[in-house]
Nanobody
Framework: VQLQASGGGMVQAGGSLRLTCTASGSIFGINDMGWYRQAPGKQREMVALISFAGIQQYADSVKDRFLISRDNAKIMVTLQMNRLKPEDTAVYFC?????????WGRGTLVTVSS
């Protein structure tokens, strides 16, 4: 499974950004897809996940601000990030869970200025 992420960049606090991630390769059997992030000096943390059936999970810190969606036909997951805060600044990583294994995309940097 290969994951190609796009989006990210720099935005002022209160702004919005959208991340997308598309899977290719051995895509049969992919279940959960989503995003983790890692801020400087901190551990990687789950941001949002969505199952093949569309069940969503969010970190408490992003609930009501971020929305994850998925297109199973395109094997694509999208993270719409609204009302961004400086503490959302991090490298965001796409993840796909495939037959019990985790596959990671290259990180994309999101910077939120105050």
């Amino acid at each position: 499974v290969q994951l190609q992420a796009s989006g990210g960049g720099m935005v002022q606090a209160g702004g919005s950004l959208r991340l997308t991630c598309t899977a290719s390769g051995s895509i049969f059997g992919i279940n959960d897809m989503g995003w983790y992030r890692q801020a400087p000096g901190k551990q990687r943390e789950m941001v949002a996940l969505i199952s093949f059936a569309g069940i969503q999970q969010y970190a408490d810190s992003v609930k009501d601000r971020f929305l994850i969606s998925r297109d199973n036909a395109k094997i694509m997951v999208t993270l719409q990030m609204n009302r961004l805060k400086p503490e959302d600044t991090a490298v965001y990583f796409c993840i796909a869970q495939h037959l019990g294994d985790d596959f990671w995309g290259r990180g994309t940097l999101v910077t939120v200025s105050s």
